[in-house]
């Protein structure tokens, strides 16, 4: 009998390959997502980890151990997978030698990027692990020593994407960067691509490449929700369902690396900081039991992965205000508050 045993590095490429074929079975991805987890998960055991949030200038950085059960949120952690693969091919389509790819809160698995790694060589592919919480840097160093994958990385940075700058000129072929909750309230995703894109080379890429925010009234009980802290969905809903009931009123926002190029206007009020969003009518109440105002998060990571409403918790939907039959036909006037925790802010007129 051979006593073959293979390594963390060939049980990574093993576990991705099968995860980005569109045609394999989603129960057995869900089984090979929580054997990644345990792949990602130092052998030498977790460090103790900081259970601390930190409150920032531009948001919150959740907390290290947080941070790592991200990647049980299981779908959310397949689409970006997906996506950044496609991205990276096709980018290298165009690049002769390695891509530059900054990794901007890559946690203490790095999650999003280090499973990817083995299907490429380090003649492809140089990264660069950033994240505000010397946990992290530490828990994604003992991740790449124990796979083995130490010629893919170029630099470990600690620091915070909301201001970091480069100095020596380097520009990145794509910024990969998840660091927001649904709504884009709390986490700093605004103020990251904010501060990161102009690192990208012309031609670059930031991933996700659009998050697109827009309100509808609906019922929010019966919307679909994935819990924070299980990744699983709360309830049920069949999808025509919320077709069929949901009366959308307007798209606020969508983030990209082009949302930067002409604005968006930044005004300050109490030394907070905020971007004026357009103004909707509030809509005559089709359903009466559907008066919800909901704000709806959808993540186009790259071409056509995208998170929709109950596939993750960064696409749960935000409850907003309850409307009555007085509200209708008033304005109402949004805003995006770019604070220690930014959010969605309304006012109705
Ligand atoms: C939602 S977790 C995602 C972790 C991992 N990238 C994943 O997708 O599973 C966000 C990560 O961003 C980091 N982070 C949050 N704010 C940051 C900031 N301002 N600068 C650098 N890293 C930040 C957190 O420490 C955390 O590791």
């Known amino acids: 009998m051979s006593d073959y045993r293979p390594s963390v590095k060939e049980k990574l490429e093993a576990i991705t390959t099968y995860l980005l074929q569109?045609?394999?079975g989603q129960r057995e991805k869900e089984i090979l997502l929580n054997g990644l987890y345990g792949l990602l998960t130092p052998r030498e055991g977790v460090e103790a980890e900081d259970p601390q949030r930190m409150d920032l200038k531009y948001g919150v950085a959740i907390s290290t151990a947080q941070a790592r059960r991200c990647l049980l949120d299981k779908k959310r952690t397949l689409v970006f997978l997906q996506g950044i693969f496609e991205a990276i091919l096709e980018l290298k389509k165009d690049v002769n030698g390695p891509l530059h790819i900054l990794y901007a809160g890559c946690g203490p698995m790095g999650t999003l990027m280090i499973p990817l790694l083995p299907l490429f060589l380090p003649e492809d592919i140089q990264l660069y692990l950033l994240d505000l919480h010397p946990e992290a840097i530490r828990g994604v160093r003992q991740v790449i020593r124990e796979s083995e994958l130490h010629d893919y990385i170029e630099e470990y940075i600690t620091a915070d994407a909301t201001t970091y700058t480069r100095t020596d000129g380097r520009k990145f072929h794509m910024i990969v960067s998840e660091a927001m909750d649904a709504g884009l309230h709390a986490e700093p995703q605004f103020a990251?691509?904010?501060n990161l894109h102009p690192l990208l080379m012309p031609g670059g890429k930031f991933l996700p490449e659009a998050i697109s925010l827009n309100v509808s009234l609906t019922r929010y009980e019966k919307e679909p929700r994935i819990d924070h802290q299980t990744f699983t969905l709360e309830n049920f809903v069949h999808k025509a369902w919320c077709e069929e009931k949901r009366t959308p009123v307007g798209h606020l926002f969508t983030l990209s690396k082009d949302t930067f190029n002409a604005g968006p206007e930044v005004f300050t009020?109490?030394?907070?900081?905020?971007?004026?969003?357009?103004?909707?009518?509030?809509p005559e109440l089709s359903h009466k039991d559907h008066a919800d105002m909901v704000l709806f998060t959808t993540v186009r990571v790259f071409g056509d992965h995208c998170l929709y409403t109950g596939d993750s918790a960064i696409t749960s939907p935000v409850f907003l205000f309850t409307a009555t039959e007085a509200h209708h036909g008033r304005p109402l006037k949004f805003h995006y508050v770019i604070n220690r925790f930014p959010r969605i802010g309304f006012e109705i007129g």
């Open 22 to 24: 569109p045609a394999n």
């Open 192 to 194: 990251i691509t904010r």
């Open 269 to 282: 009020d109490n030394d907070e900081e905020y971007i004026k969003l357009p103004a909707v009518t509030i």
